[in-house]
């Protein structure tokens, strides 16, 4: 969420489009329903956006448990990874890898959450904020449920806006923290 709002106060346009879909969708009903949240489409494209560029688990690893031989055909080579090997799969540079077909990966844009084709021109791994395969996260729909809620109870209520001057910098600590914190000034709308 902290990540979220930085991206918003960063980026006027995306923040008012985020409010028009909350005003047509919500109107002046204070507490989401369970029936609104699939319509938050936008809100829910912007959630996985920031989760691409600051996923809040960065890096994580497996241990071969038997002896790997993977091709790699693009480059026609063999990769061995042998029984007790640490293999790290670091999230965050997967994100933001353009050959694995993200298109200006460092650009801050929902909208490419918002169109099914470019889905087809990427890497059916090129996304992985909540890991993949069977030790993938159990709690990823409830996390994406209660994010769309709050995100929009909070562009319903409050503004908020960047206390300048702040150096705004990513550290691993097993979740994604901004190493100095991240400070808004925040009113009431
Ligand atoms: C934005 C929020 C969240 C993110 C980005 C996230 C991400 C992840 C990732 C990447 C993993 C795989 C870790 C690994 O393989 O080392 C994971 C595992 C897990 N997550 Fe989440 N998670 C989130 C929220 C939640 C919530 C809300 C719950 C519970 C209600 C939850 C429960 C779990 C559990 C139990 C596992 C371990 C699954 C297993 O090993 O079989 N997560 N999560």
Redesign the pocket.
Known sequence: MTWTMYQLSKHPDVLAKAREEIESVLGNQLYPQATNLSQLKYIEAILQES?RIF???AL?DREAIIDHEIHDNQNDTKIFISKGTTVLIPIMVIHRLDKLGWTNPETFDPTRFLNPEEKLYRHPYSYL???IGT??????N??MEE?KIMLSMILQRFNFELVPGQNIVPDLKIALRPKNGLYMYISQR
């Open positions: 989760l996923p809040p688990v994580i904020p909540f890991s030790r993938n996260c159990i709690g990823q409830f996390a994010s």
